[in-house]
């Protein structure tokens, strides 16, 4: 009987904190996005401990589709709305806020780079994601099938990415062999692969996972570094955006504003993106 | 004052008994109606074999594919690996092991799926990925291993209850007519436990089909029957993994939304089928925890 | 494979040609319970042998260890050796299938497969050899009508052998032990569980059997071993009491221990 | 002498499947715990996680994977009791006893992701309750409670009609036997089935996945409709980094925790029914 006690106690506590409401700002959507809020979150509730701030990842469908049936304050999307997103929810006016800029790069195993495949035109990509060309050696490289990896339709990455490539944000990628989701998760299929393709957010770049740069139609080679990204010269960009219904109020506003200061801008950069200002 | 108490207990236990029972109706309810959309407006082009929500495609043979060949691939090798282990557990094994070996059986059966996904990612498909010389290991078939791994225990515990609900004058009788063990099990334990092996093997067929996390990790997630057609060192979808990987980025009320539950609602079915089956061969009164 | 052949060798059948099976030293543990205590035993070819005494003294164990059924019983420790047709049966190399197949063995309660009554009768036989089919149907005749069951179930041999009646179901276990032809038959109070006109029928049966088997009859019925026994053994606790021809234990035992449970069952009847 | 060499290759095989299932056994017990215990230590145990789960600990994940389960465990408890009582001393007609067992194993059989949906259309969308613990909680009840239902009704049932007969001779009404006899027996069965129910119940990903977690963020929860981290969903955010060796450190530990987690409520489960198994058997 005593266990039942306790237990008794237990809940006693739970509902006593329950009852003391705190303020909760949730948030959900975009993995490229969420770096950035998810240190700023932790930095902001520093000094403002009673606020909660909820994360939760998904895509930026996901992000759209949540703030649009009112399950979050914040949608994280890295990708422009669609029309249909617009229309479905018509209840809703979307607001979004661009936090940060960003380069979906093509990336490769750091085997194929290594062997001599450093840039492709967006032509070849396309015709790699089309199933056109299977193998390195068309392209010049080793004897290895390549691996082609793609993500969830409604993944903001590649909106961006199938829309500069392919010339529509959701083209169907034949020559897929993986479908995978967060840029975690394809970091770590390309990793584990030696003869991978896939699209990356410019964060997710690292020794193992190679950004490719882009061979221009004029012959020139544009790598996918920061300064190409902040003088838009890589073809490959996007805005980090974070949308709100209507105008943000409150402690959701306060946070955007933590966000689009300075030192918020600097979480965007240690994070491996470009400030907007 | 007693009356009432009694009366109010009655409500109590009649009330509960329609909440546990309401329960079942209400998810199957809840699917029909949020699938009904897809069915009406989609119908039959629900059994195509493309999938792709932005051109209005909601084909779904390729899960119910990947379903299938998964399912399939972890009972050819869960069955006889579990039947003979059970046979081990039962006939061989001195008796005074049993609990041991039922407590680990009971502690592996324990491990949750998402571990299992995750030793998938680390392990199985990389192995996998290097033993056939892949692209990637994210396969049917490394999923296929990994459930068979996961539907392995539920096959032995209740294998090895069937054997051993077998009285021993069977084993007796017949070890006095000078027949070997194997000839024993084979021609009288194993008929004899047919009925509830076969209940078993639906039970296990029933988890094996709506195991979610392990499988969506590991299968590669793409929706598309592989050619050919009997390739599964390649990708593919099950509809479980279709659901945990897509339901929250659908927004409520879609077609895509509701072609989504179609596939949970065939699932639920078909699962639903494949247990009252499994109840009716199950003679023991089956513990659930198993 | 090195396993040792059941054949009698010729020297030892020399010297004990009436004993098929000499049992020496015999001793029985389960777990910590001495169940056979110290057993010196001879059992003569071509007659039938009681084992007679109370219940729980070690017949059944005792029985059941002359064709090492026992072998799988948990926490069971055996001492002192059984010989067969001269040679030990005990030693880690025998082949205790093939063992079985020379000693068959009848259970207390019948114990059916569930098949049909012919597939009954051929369960054991047809493991030893390939049988055509008219082999197979000569073979169940030739032992239904062994156990006088043949009148009965000829018209309906193909039926489940559950349909019939416990005794018929005992003589049918009887006539699927005989079908392997074995040279001991070992019952383990086979008549317990039947009805009085049953028991007489597989007791007649007993007494013409004897022509080609060696039979090892385990009873705690006096009457009953009265009837058909050639040789009495009284086991008390474990220990041997008693061996002998029938006729002289009953007419005068010589332990006062079987003289009072002869009479007690006298008193009982 | 073919027979014998058949029944060795059979042993062959049996001995080939059981080493093959040892090693199973081994591996997976051994890579979780090789794995899981550099991870553990006490600052892991008692800090928040940081930077996607990678650094940081998880205190926050298991309080709320074990704020799901105890309100599961409480929800179901009730419902679970009420519907034993009634199978064992109130239902009489076996078509109805067969319709309740029917319905019972059906919903014991429902895949884990069907709950989650079901919870995502109904009580997200439908009752706008939004992604909340308690929705998950509520799932979580529904999927233990064919397990506590049986394990309930089978202590329930296995007491002798004696007692009834003898308790009713005394002069007490039909409810009075229930509250005085058979619950209190009745109880230790509903406490097996919870710790059984819930040991299964911590380690499920696919049914809270979309209705009850999130991300990161998470501390305590201060009112109902909030959400919280779970260890399961943890371990699936950083399955998904297997190649950052932080993160995956970190996943092993999570699992390592939720898998003694899951031992602690089995075991417990196991010695409740040992000691009940010895005290009816005296």
């Known amino acids: 009987m005593k266990s039942t006690h306790a237990l008794i106690v237990f809940l006693i506590c739970i509902i006593f904190t329950s009852c003391e409401k705190k303020q909760a700002i949730n948030i959900a959507g975009s993995t490229s996005v969420l770096p950035i809020i998810s240190i700023a979150a932790e930095e902001f509730r520093k000094n403002n401990p009673e606020l909660n701030i909820i994360v939760n990842e998904g895509g930026s469908g996901v992000g759209v589709n949540q703030l649009g049936e009112g399950k979050i304050d914040i949608g994280m999307v890295s990708r422009d709305i669609t029309q249909e997103e617009i229309s479905t929810y018509?209840?809703?006016?979307?607001?979004?806020?661009?936090?940060?800029?960003?380069?979906?790069?093509?990336?490769?195993?750091?085997?194929?780079?290594?062997?001599?495949?450093?840039?492709?035109?967006?032509?070849?990509?396309?015709?790699?994601?089309?199933?056109?060309?299977?193998?390195?050696?068309?392209?010049?490289?080793?004897?290895?099938?390549?691996?082609?990896?793609?993500?969830?339709?409604?993944?903001?990455?590649?909106?961006?990415?199938?829309?500069?490539?392919?010339?529509?944000?959701?083209?169907?990628?034949?020559?897929?062999?993986?479908?995978?989701?967060?840029?975690?998760?394809?970091?770590?299929?390309?990793?584990?692969?030696?003869?991978?393709?896939?699209?990356?957010?410019?964060?997710?770049?690292?020794?193992?996972?190679?950004?490719?740069?882009?061979?221009?139609?004029?012959?020139?080679i544009i790598e996918s570094s920061l300064k190409n990204i902040i003088d838009n010269k890589f073809p490959i960009t996007r805005d980090l955006l974070i949308v709100t219904n209507g105008k943000p109020a409150g402690a959701v506003k306060d946070f955007?504003?933590?966000?689009?200061?300075?030192?918020?801008?600097?979480?965007?950069?240690?994070?491996?993106?470009?400030?907007?200002? | 004052m007693l009356g009432s108490t009694s009366k109010i207990g009655k409500y109590y236990v009649y009330g509960s008994t329609l909440i546990s029972a309401f329960i079942v109706f209400l998810i199957f309810t809840i699917l029909i109606i949020s699938s009904w959309d897809a069915i009406t407006t989609v119908g039959l082009d629900l059994l195509k074999f493309q999938w792709n929500p932005a051109t209005g495609e909601f084909g779904i043979i390729p899960m119910l594919f990947g379903t299938l060949v998964v399912t399939f691939i972890a009972l050819l090798i869960a069955v006889p690996l579990g039947i003979y282990t059970a046979i081990f557990t039962s006939e061989i094994l001195p008796s005074k092991y049993r609990f041991i070996v039922k407590s680990l059986l009971e502690l592996l059966a324990g491990i949750p799926s998402i571990i299992f996904g995750l030793i998938g990612i680390a392990f199985f498909s990389i192995w996998v990925q290097n033993i056939f010389d892949l692209q990637s290991g994210r396969t049917i078939f490394t999923a296929g291993?990994?459930?068979?791994?996961?539907?392995?225990?539920?096959?032995?515990?209740?294998?090895d209850d069937a054997f051993h609900n077998i009285p021993d004058k069977y084993r007796e009788t017949a070890k006095g007519l000078g027949?070997?063990?194997f000839e024993i099990i084979k021609e009288i334990l194993l008929p004899i436990a047919k009925p509830d092996l076969k209940g078993a093997i639906l039970l296990a067929f029933g988890r094996a089909l709506g195991e979610t996390m392990a499988v969506m990790l590991v299968i590669g997630s793409i929706d598309r029957i592989p050619s050919p057609i009997y390739n599964w060192l390649s990708p593919g979808q099950t509809i479980t993994s279709k659901l945990g990987r897509e339901i929250a980025e659908t927004s409520f009320g879609s077609v895509h939304f509701s072609a989504m539950i179609f596939m949970g609602l065939l699932l639920f079915i078909i699962v639903l089928i494949l247990t009252i089956l499994s109840q009716n061969s199950l003679k023991s009164n089956r513990r659930l925890y198993e | 494979m090195a396993e040792k052949a059941l054949k009698p060798n010729l020297s030892v059948v020399g010297k004990t040609q009436n004993e098929i099976i000499e049992i020496k030293k015999f001793q029985v543990w389960i777990n910590e319970n001495h169940i056979l205590d110290n057993i010196e035993l001879k059992i003569p070819k071509n007659e039938i042998t009681c084992i007679i005494g109370p219940s729980g003294s070690g017949k059944s164990t005792l029985i059941r260890s002359i064709n090492r059924i026992n072998d799988e019983v948990s926490g069971i420790n055996t001492q002192g050796e059984i010989c067969f047709n001269g040679l030990s049966i005990n030693e880690k190399d025998v082949d205790v299938a093939q063992l079985r197949s020379k000693i068959g063995m009848v259970f207390q309660k019948p114990c059916i497969f569930p098949k049909s009554i012919k597939e009954n009768v051929l369960f054991g036989i047809q493991h030893l050899k390939k049988l055509s089919k008219l082999e197979k149907l000569q073979i169940a005749e030739e032992n239904?009508?062994?156990?006088?069951?043949?009148?009965?179930?000829?018209?309906?041999?193909?039926?489940?052998?559950?349909?019939?009646?416990?005794?018929?179901?005992?003589?049918?276990?009887?006539?699927?032990?005989?079908?392997?032809?074995?040279?001991?038959?070992?019952?383990?109070?086979?008549?317990?569980?039947?009805?009085?006109?049953?028991?007489?029928?597989?007791?007649?049966?007993?007494?013409?059997?004897?022509?080609?088997?060696?039979?090892?009859?385990?009873?705690?019925?006096?009457?009953?071993?009265?009837r058909i026994a050639d040789n009495l053994v009284f086991i008390c606790d474990g220990k041997l009491i008693e061996q002998g021809s029938a006729a002289k234990i009953l007419s005068c035992p010589t332990d006062p221990q079987t003289k009072a449970y002869l009479r007690d069952e006298y008193c009982d009847c | 002498m073919n027979r014998k060499l058949k029944n060795n290759l059979f042993y062959t095989s049996v001995g080939v499947a059981v080493l093959v299932c040892a090693l199973i056994l081994f591996f997976l017990f051994g890579i979780i715990i090789w794995n899981g215990l550099p991870a553990i230590s006490l600052d892991f145990l008692t800090n928040s996680s940081s930077d996607f789960g990678a650094t940081g600990g998880i205190v926050y994940q298991i309080f709320g994977s074990i704020l799901l389960i105890v309100f599961a465990a409480?929800?179901?408890?009730?419902?679970?009791?009420?519907?034993?009582?009634?199978?064992?001393?109130?239902?009489?007609?076996?078509?109805?006893?067969?319709?309740?067992?029917?319905?019972?194993?059906?919903?014991?059989?429902?895949?884990?992701?069907?709950?989650?949906?079901?919870?995502?259309?109904?009580?997200?969308?439908l009752l706008n309750m939004g992604i909340s613990w308690f929705v998950g909680s509520i799932i979580l009840s529904m999927m233990i409670l064919p397990t506590v239902t049986?394990?309930?009704?089978?202590?329930?049932?296995?007491?002798?009609?004696?007692?009834?007969?003898?308790?009713?001779?005394?002069?007490?009404?039909k409810w009075q036997v229930i509250v005085q006899v058979l619950l209190p027996q009745g109880f230790s069965g509903a406490i097996t089935g919870l710790l059984i129910g819930v040991a299964r119940a911590i380690g499920e990903t696919a049914p809270i996945m979309f209705i009850a977690t999130a991300f990161s963020g998470v501390k305590l929860p201060s009112s109902f409709l909030e959400p919280v981290s779970t260890l399961p969903t943890h371990i699936l955010a950083l399955a998904q980094q297997a190649t950052n060796p932080a993160a995956l450190q970190n996943a092993w530990g999570s699992s390592l925790v939720l898998v003694i987690l899951v031992i602690i409520f089995s075991i417990s489960a196991l010695f409740i029914r040992l000691r009940h198994q010895t005290i009816s058997k005296r």
């Open chain 1, 90 to 220: 018509p209840n809703v006016t979307f607001n979004p806020i661009s936090i940060g800029k960003d380069a979906v790069v093509p990336v490769i195993s750091s085997e194929i780079y290594n062997a001599g495949i450093t840039s492709l035109t967006l032509e070849e990509i396309a015709k790699i994601y089309r199933g056109e060309v299977r193998n390195w050696s068309e392209l010049g490289g080793p004897d290895k099938e390549i691996l082609v990896i793609d993500k969830e339709a409604s993944r903001g990455t590649r909106h961006v990415f199938m829309e500069i490539v392919m010339g529509d944000k959701e083209a169907i990628a034949e020559g897929a062999d993986l479908v995978l989701g967060s840029n975690n998760e394809e970091q770590t299929a390309i990793v584990q692969s030696d003869a991978a393709i896939g699209m990356l957010s410019n964060a997710w770049l690292n020794d193992n996972v190679k950004g490719l740069n882009i061979k221009m139609l004029d012959g020139s």
């Open chain 1, 256 to 277: 955007i504003e933590y966000l689009l200061s300075s030192e918020g801008q600097k979480i965007v950069e240690e994070a491996g993106y470009v400030r907007i200002n």
């Open chain 2, 145 to 159: 291993i990994l459930l068979s791994i996961m539907i392995l225990p539920t096959i032995i515990t209740l294998t």
């Open chain 2, 179 to 181: 027949l070997y063990k």
């Open chain 3, 144 to 226: 239904l009508k062994a156990v006088s069951l043949w009148k009965e179930v000829a018209h309906r041999l193909n039926d489940k052998a559950i349909s019939l009646s416990i005794g018929q179901q005992q003589r049918l276990c009887i006539a699927r032990t005989l079908a392997i032809k074995p040279e001991v038959i070992l019952l383990d109070e086979p008549t317990s569980s039947l009805d009085p006109v049953s028991t007489r029928a597989i007791e007649d049966m007993m007494v013409k059997l004897k022509e080609e088997y060696t039979i090892i009859f385990v009873t705690h019925n006096i009457q009953q071993a009265k």
């Open chain 4, 74 to 125: 409480l929800i179901c408890l009730p419902i679970a009791l009420g519907t034993a009582i009634y199978k064992s001393e109130y239902l009489k007609n076996e078509t109805a006893n067969k319709l309740i067992n029917t319905l019972i194993y059906s919903l014991n059989g429902i895949p884990s992701v069907i709950f989650g949906i079901f919870g995502l259309i109904f009580f997200v969308n």
């Open chain 4, 150 to 173: 049986l394990s309930t009704y089978q202590s329930i049932n296995s007491i002798p009609t004696v007692y009834r007969e003898s308790s009713s001779a005394l002069g007490l009404n």
